[in-house]
Nanobody, 128 residues
Framework: QVHLVESGGGLAQAGESLRLSCAFSGRIFTSYNMAWFRQAPGKEREFVAAIAYNGRNTHYLDSVKGRFSISRDNAKSTAYLQMNSLKPEDTAVYYC?????????????????????WGQGTQVTVSS
């Protein structure tokens, strides 16, 4: 069974940076596409970024392009989300997600239903 554990969330001021990590275990990491989603209070969970199993393709939510960067270290079975120039509207619980089905057919999932496995989430709070 896949197990995902996020870390690195916390409190930041606007303009600062945070790096989230997602430790993957239980299966072969390189068989899974990875993604980050977020959910703010009273809002739907939204896609933030995704990276293909081989690291060659990425996709971002328009509002985070140029500020956030998703990456993965296949040797460490860990995915990352580097968040720069943080804004108060980035405040949310951030979730790591993994999926093997879309990896097999070489597409990147952009919605929550594309992902089978989820972490418990890590809170990111950005103050103005």
């Amino acid at each position: 069974q896949v197990h995902l554990v996020e870390s690195g969330g916390g409190l930041a001021q606007a303009g600062e940076s945070l790096r989230l990590s997602c430790a993957f275990s239980g299966r072969i990491f390189t068989s899974y596409n990875m993604a980050w989603f977020r959910q703010a209070p009273g809002k739907e969970r939204e896609f933030v970024a995704a990276i293909a199993y081989n690291g060659r393709n990425t996709h971002y939510l328009d509002s985070v392009k140029g500020r956030f960067s998703i990456s993965r270290d296949n040797a460490k079975s860990t995915a990352y989300l580097q968040m720069n120039s943080l804004k108060p509207e980035d405040t949310a619980v951030y979730y790591c997600a993994a999926d093997p089905r879309t990896a097999v057919i070489h597409i990147l999932g952009l919605v929550a239903s594309d992902y089978d496995y989820w972490g418990q989430g890590t809170q990111v709070t950005v103050s103005s």
